[in-house]
């Protein structure tokens, strides 16, 4: 018997989502006669990289970078949820519920937070969207980098 990670973390996802992807990897690891490792003590590069490695997910635009020839694809979740469906891909722009503006545009010379340089839907859509509404090449006064997905929802609540 030997010991690897298996992690589903990369996005935020309903508890329903969580508890199944939970669920079938156990089901994976008692089919395989595996040991499930701790890998909180990780970030999402050292999970991704790490030898131990079982199964993740990771965002396509790390998957086409820094991650090159250094993982196999073995499958792509299709998620039903809200604003996603059909195997189709969104991404969110948010802002906290108490928050007066409403457009795009009127954020101009606000504080951003994206989920990293690496991120498709963190910072490279957003970074699409953003580009007809630069002034001499920025929108934000300035940027946070949060490090993941859940990291930007927990900047955002506080």
């Known amino acids: 018997m030997s010991d690897h990670y298996a992690e589903l973390l990369m996005y935020v996802a309903p508890a329903a989502v969580q508890q199944a992807n939970q669920a079938w990897l156990t089901r994976i690891f008692e089919r395989l006669n595996l040991t499930r490792r701790n890998a909180d003590h990780l970030d999402l590069h050292g999970l991704w990289l790490a030898p131990e490695l079982l199964v993740t997910q990771t965002c396509g635009y790390p998957l086409m970078t820094q991650l090159r020839g250094k993982v196999r694809?073995?499958?792509?979740?299709?998620?039903?949820?809200?604003?996603?469906?059909?195997?189709?891909?969104?991404?969110?722009?948010?802002t906290?519920?108490?928050?007066?503006?409403?457009?795009?545009?009127?954020?101009?010379?606000?504080r951003g937070v994206i989920n990293g340089h690496d991120s498709n839907s963190g910072m490279n859509l957003l970074r699409e969207r953003l580009a007809p509404l630069q002034r001499d090449g920025r929108f934000f006064a300035s940027v946070g980098i949060s490090g993941a997905h859940r990291e930007s929802l927990r900047w955002l609540r506080e």
């Open 73 to 94: 694809v073995i499958g792509r979740p299709r998620y039903e949820l809200a604003h996603s469906s059909q195997g189709e891909h969104c991404s969110l722009l948010l």
């Open 96 to 110: 906290r519920e108490d928050n007066p503006l409403n457009e795009l545009a009127d954020f101009y010379d606000s």
